[in-house]
C-alpha cells in the first residue's frame, strides 16, 4: 500500500478522508465505480450489471496519484488540495482516453467549503442521501434516460427524476456524445440533471456510490456495451411482430371472440388479442372470474386454432378482501409504509361498494414472488396462457413517496425503481421453468430489463397531438436505454372520441407510426359516441346497457369502430406491417446479437453528423428505413432532411434524394414520409406498393 491507494487484484482502490473507494474493470473499456464512507464498499440491493468477463488492466500507483486502464479507458485518481479559511484534501476522480488522453469525463471542481464531488450524507435510517457531481462540456448531447415524456431528443439542459411513474420510465443510463457511456447502477429514488454547468447524479437514500463508466468510440460502441454489461435481450417471438389488438376492455369471452372471428371474416390480420384488466374476480386473487371467463383453457385453444396468440393483464395489487390478502400479510409478502401499514392505492374493483385501497406484493422477497408466480402458473400458464401484461408495475403509489415504504431488503427509497424488473424477471424465469417463450409487456423497466424479454410500452399518454409528438422521442430514448421492444397505445389511452372527426385523423397518423414502430398494439379508452364522460366509478345508459364506462368497457376500439374511410386506411396500412414482418424479423434479430434498437434515432446511424444529436422526429427502422410520422393535423405535405451521402428513395413514389438533402415529399393518410436507402431500394420499396 502507497499512501491512500492499493490494488487488490485487478481493482484500485483508496482509502482517504474516511472513505473507501473502488474501481474494478468490468467489461472491455469499462470500470465499475463504488465508494462509501468507511471501511469498505458495498452492493446495492438491487445491482443492474452482470458477472464481467475477464479483461486486461494495468494500474499505476505514485505519490498523491493512481491511475487504472481498461482498453480504452483510464482512470485518473489524484489527491488535490484546495484552499480557503483552511487547507481542504481529497481525492477526486478523471476519465480519459487512454489512447489520447482526451478527457471524457471528471469529477466537478467543488467549492473549498463543500459539498465535494462525491457527498455523502447521513440519515437516521443508516443509509446516506448521495450526490455526485461531474463537470460539464460545452457541446456534449446525452441520449437514454429510459422513457421520458417531455419530447426532447439531445437531453442537454433536462432534469429528470429517477422514479417510475405511469409512462416515465426510469432508466439511470446515458449515453455522451463525448465517447462514453455511464450507468447510475443504484435502484434508488432520485434525480439527474444534466446542466450546462455540471452533471449531478443524487439518490435519496443509498448504501454507497455505484456507478459504471465505458468508452466507445461510437454512441453505438457505448450503446452495445451496456446491453452486454446489463443483459442481452432474447429472441423475440416472430407472432409479436404482427398486429395486437385491444382496447378498455373486452368484458367477456364471448366479447373477444366475436372481436377474433371478425378480424378473420374481414380479412384483416391479427396476431394477439389482449384482455385487459377486470377480468378477475379480486385484486390480488390472479385468476378468472368465471361468470365472465367460463373456459379460460378453451378460449386459447380456439384462438390459436384461428393463428391467433392472446395476452392477459396482471397487476401485483392485492386487495384486503383476497383470499390470499391474510396469508401475505401473515408472512410478510406485501409492501408496507415504515409504521406498518400497507402501502395503498386507491382504485376500483369488482367490489360492488366502488373504489378501494389496495397494495402490492413484496418484489424485493423472494417467497413473494415465487408465491406471486406459483397462483399465476396455476390459474394462467396451467389453462395454456403464455404471455402477460405486467401493468402498474412502477408500482403505481399515490402518493408516490417511496421513502415511506418498507420492504423486505429495507426502505423503499433505496431500491423502488428496479421493482418492476424484479417482478418481471420471476415471470421469465417461471415461463423458462415451464418450457414456454412468452411475451411480457410492461408499464415501466429499469436497466436490464430487456434481458427479461419485456415489450416496454409508453403507458397511458392521452390521446392529443402533444402527447402522440412525445412518443417519437420516448420511444428513441427507450431503445438508447436498451429496451428495443417497444410499442405505444395506438391512438393514445385517455379521452379519445371515437366519433370526432380530429381524433379520427390522430388515430389515423398513430396507427401510421405504430405500423411502423417495433411492436404494432391499438389500444386505448375510448368515450363511446355520445356519451358524456360520467364521473369515475358512476354507471351510465348506453344502449340497453348500463355500464361504468371505466372499469366496465370503454367504446369500441376496433379497425372498423371509425367508419369506412378510416377502416380502408388502417387495413391497407395492416397488410404493409404483414409485408414487413421478414425485415421486422431480421431487424430484431439482430438487436438481439447486438443490442442495436430496432426504432433507432438518426445519431446513431450518422454519428459524424452533429446536426442530429436533437432529431426526436424522424428515425431509422431497422437498418434501411428512415420514417418521418405525421405529428400534425391537417398535413398533406412534408419536409424532411436525409442524412449521410447516399441517396434515399421515397417509398411510396420511387422519386430518388440525395442524401444531405431537404425532400418535400406528400403524406396523405396511410403514406407517411418513409424513405429507403437507395443500396436497400429493390428490396424494400416493393413491399410498400404491392
Known amino acids: 500500500m502507497t499512501g491512500p491507494f492499493w490494488t487488490e487484484g485487478a481493482a484500485l482502490l483508496c482509502r482517504f478522508g474516511g472513505e473507501t473507494l473502488r474501481i474494478e474493470p468490468w467489461g472491455p473499456d469499462a470500470v465499475r465505480v463504488r465508494a462509501r464512507p468507511g471501511l469498505g464498499v458495498v452492493e446495492p440491493p438491487v445491482s443492474a450489471l452482470r458477472p464481467p468477463p475477464p479483461v486486461e488492466a494495468a494500474a499505476e500507483i505514485g505519490t498523491g496519484r493512481a491511475t487504472l486502464t481498461v482498453g480504452r479507458l483510464c482512470v485518473e485518481m489524484s489527491v488535490k488540495e484546495r484552499y480557503g479559511a483552511d487547507v481542504k484534501r481529497e481525492v477526486v476522480v478523471r476519465y480519459v482516453r487512454s489512447d489520447t488522453g482526451e478527457e471524457l469525463l471528471a469529477e466537478a471542481r467543488p467549492h473549498f467549503a463543500g459539498p465535494r464531488a462525491r457527498s455523502f450524507k447521513a440519515l437516521a435510517s443508516g443509509s446516506w442521501r448521495l450526490e455526485a457531481t461531474f463537470r460539464a462540456r460545452e457541446g456534449e448531447s446525452f441520449w437514454g434516460l429510459g422513457q421520458p415524456q417531455h419530447g426532447r431528443m439531445d437531453l442537454k439542459g433536462v432534469t429528470t427524476t429517477l422514479l417510475q411513474q405511469n409512462a416515465h420510465v426510469a432508466i439511470p443510463f446515458v449515453v455522451s456524445s463525448c465517447g462514453y457511456g ?43 456495451a451496456y446491453v452486454r454489461a446489463t443483459g442481452s ?68 385453444a380456439e384462438l390459436r386454432a384461428m393463428g391467433v396468440e392472446v395476452m392477459v393483464s396482471i397487476w401485483p395489487t392485492v386487495s384486503a378482501s383476497s383470499e390470499h390478502y391474510r396469508r401475505m400479510v401473515d408472512e410478510g409478502l406485501i409492501l408496507t409504509t415504515e409504521r406498518g401499514v400497507p402501502v395503498v392505492i386507491p382504485f376500483p374493483d369488482k367490489d360492488p361498494l366502488g373504489p378501494g385501497f389496495f397494495t402490492y406484493y413484496d418484489a424485493f ?23 402477460f401484461w405486467l401493468d402498474a408495475c412502477e408500482p403505481e403509489m399515490r402518493p408516490n413517496h417511496p421513502e415511506h415504504v418498507r420492504t423486505a431488503l429495507g426502505n423503499g427509497a433505496e431500491m423502488i425503481c428496479a421493482y418492476p424488473l424484479l417482478h418481471a424477471r420471476r415471470y421469465r424465469e417461471g415461463l423458462a421453468e415451464a418450457g414456454k417463450e412468452g411475451v411480457l409487456l410492461a408499464r415501466s423497466a429499469w436497466a436490464g430489463s430487456q434481458a427479461e424479454g419485456v415489450i416496454l410500452w409508453s403507458g397511458d399518454v392521452w390521446s392529443d397531438w402533444d402527447w402522440f409528438r412525445a412518443q417519437v422521442p420516448a420511444a428513441l430514448h427507450a431503445g438508447m436505454s436498451g429496451m428495443g421492444w417497444w410499442t405505444s397505445d395506438i391512438g393514445g389511452f385517455y379521452d379519445g372520441h371515437g366519433a370526432d372527426p380530429a381524433f379520427r385523423e390522430l388515430l389515423v397518423r398513430w396507427f401510421e407510426f405504430g405500423v411502423l414502430s417495433p411492436i404494432c398494439r391499438l389500444h386505448g379508452f375510448r368515450v363511446p359516441e355520445g356519451v358524456p364522460l360520467p364521473a369515475p366509478g358512476e354507471p351510465v345508459t348506453y344502449g340497453q346497457e348500463t355500464f361504468r364506462i371505466f372499469t366496465d368497457t370503454g367504446g369500441p376500439n376496433e379497425v372498423w369502430s371509425y367508419g369506412a374511410e378510416v377502416e380502408a386506411a388502417l387495413a391497407r396500412l395492416l397488410r404493409l406491417r404483414e409485408r414487413l414482418r ?54 398533406s405535405e412534408m419536409d424532411v432532411r436525409l442524412p449521410g451521402d447516399e441517396p434515399w428513395v421515397h417509398v411510396w413514389t420511387g422519386a430518388t434524394h440525395g442524401g444531405g438533402a431537404t425532400a418535400r415529399v406528400p403524406c396523405p393518410w396511410g403514406e407517411p414520409p418513409v424513405f429507403a436507402r437507395a443500396s436497400a431500394a429493390p428490396a424494400l420499396v416493393p413491399l410498400f406498393r404491392p
Open 182 to 224: 455511464l450507468l447510475w447502477n443504484n435502484p434508488a429514488a432520485g434525480r439527474v440533471e444534466l446542466a450546462r454547468n455540471l452533471t449531478r447524479w443524487t439518490a435519496e437514500a443509498t448504501g454507497g456510490l455505484d456507478y459504471w463508466v465505458v468508452a466507445g468510440d461510437t454512441p453505438r460502441d457505448v450503446l452495445r
Open 233 to 300: 435481450p432474447p429472441d423475440i417471438p416472430p407472432w409479436a411482430l404482427g398486429f395486437w389488438q385491444c382496447k378498455l376492455r373486452y368484458r367477456t369471452q364471448a366479447e373477444l371472440l366475436t372481436v377474433a372471428r371478425e378480424h378473420l371474416a374481414r380479412g384483416l390480420p391479427l396476431s394477439c388479442v389482449v384482455i385487459d384488466f377486470f377480468h378477475w374476480t379480486r385484486q390480488g386473487e390472479w385468476r378468472f372470474d368465471p361468470e365472465e371467463w367460463p373456459d379460460p383453457a378453451g378460449l386459447v
Open 365 to 387: 422477497n423472494p417467497a413473494a414472488r415465487d408465491l406471486h408466480w406459483e397462483i399465476v402458473r396455476r390459474n394462467y400458464v396451467a389453462l395454456g396462457f403464455d404471455h
Open 582 to 635: 421478414p425485415y421486422l424479423e431480421a431487424a430484431f434479430a439482430h438487436h438481439a446479437r447486438t443490442g442495436d434498437p430496432v426504432v433507432a434515432p438518426l445519431l446513431l446511424h450518422f454519428p459524424g453528423d452533429p446536426s442530429l444529436h436533437d432529431e426526436g422526429r424522424a428515425y431509422m427502422l431497422g437498418p434501411d428505413l428512415l420514417v418521418a410520422p405525421v405529428l400534425a393535423p391537417g398535413l
